[in-house]
């Protein structure tokens, strides 16, 4: 068999069920011949817990499945294991909590193709139970992602779960995601940020959507403004890591969080008195200002990278 075209990589930390679901979203692809894709699973898990799952998935997979154990805790880890992995010229990008739809990759390959990007974002629709009726729009946006810009070329980019990087702009082809990341998250955006710089090429492609189904103890206020917040403290924190560190950028998002905190927190205020439906949007630009603000270590939040519970 020739090498792949496409590797796709899932990696995944003690979700058995919602890994299922997404490996076999890879297996239903359509457009896309089969022997140009693999699917590598990266568990995360100290205990491997997910190899029987992908050892299972392996056997009637249409297209090369390989599981690899990356028992060093920390997104960055995972994901800079996969990447180590693949063999093919693109890497899919679809998180454990993500189901693909059939034109998935077929989709990212052709906005790829025809504007000749070298990273692809699609749209993610999160699925929110019945049963969650608090802030359930706020939730749902928050979850989701889309991008006003229709399909081509874009300024800007979007975190790591459906996207498509071709491997070769990658700044480090084995390690490109930064291990200081690990247990805060935010390593796709130093990465795609860098990418940026070096004058990547940045597309979106509406069609290449997947759906999202948030861990049960994420979907609730106070996680995502918890997150919100972790958000915030990307853009000043990718400046003073830069090389070298862009102090000027620092202080601009440090003055922007501030003000923005102080209008958005006050009206957030406000807005819960009277119980406005759009108060927890509010909120969650309020946590973002406050992010910018306190970007520095002694106010990092930890996401990833937790123990296995007893």
């Not at 106070?222 to 990718?238: E, L, S």
């Not at 927890?280 to 106010?299: I, Q, V």
Request: hydrophobic content about 45%; overall charge neutral; charged content about 25%.
């Amino acid at each position: 068999m020739s090498e792949p075209i496409v590797s796709i990589i899932i990696p995944t930390q003690r979700r058995p069920r919602s890994l299922e679901r997404a490996a076999r979203s890879c297996f239903g692809q359509v457009g896309v011949d089969a022997g140009a894709l693999e699917l590598i699973v990266i568990d995360n898990d100290e205990h491997g817990s997910a190899r029987p799952i992908a050892e299972a998935l392996a056997a009637e997979a249409p297209f090369p499945l390989r599981y690899i154990h990356e028992p060093r805790p920390g997104v960055a880890n995972a994901r800079n294991a996969g990447v180590a992995a693949v063999r093919g010229r693109f890497i899919a990008f679809l998180d454990d909590d993500e189901e693909a739809s059939e034109g998935w990759i077929a989709a990212l390959c052709d906005v790829q193709r025809r504007f000749e990007a070298d990273l692809v974002f699609g749209p993610v629709r999160a699925r929110i139970p019945e049963n969650i009726r608090d802030h359930r729009a706020y939730l749902e946006h928050f979850f989701s992602r889309s991008d006003r810009a229709g399909e081509g070329l874009i300024d800007h980019y979007h975190g790591c779960g459906d996207s498509l990087v071709r491997r070769a702009a990658l700044p480090n082809r084995r390690l490109p995601f930064s291990e200081g990341r690990n247990r805060i998250g935010g390593e796709d955006d130093l990465l795609f940020s860098e990418m940026q710089g070096a004058a990547a090429r940045i597309a979106w492609a509406p069609a290449a959507w997947v759906w999202e189904d948030p861990a049960p103890e994420r979907i609730n206020l106070r996680y995502a403004i918890r997150r919100a917040f972790v958000y915030g403290q990307g853009a000043p924190n990718n400046c003073a890591h830069a090389f070298p560190p862009d102090r000027l950028g620092v202080a601009g998002w440090m003055l922007q969080g501030l003000a923005q905190a102080a209008i958005f927190g006050l009206l957030a205020g406000a807005q819960w008195v009277i119980r406005t439906p759009q108060r927890a949007f509010t909120l969650d630009r309020a946590a973002r200002g406050l992010g910018k603000t306190f970007w520095w270590s002694p106010f990092k939040v930890q996401l990833y990278g937790l123990p296995a519970p007893p």
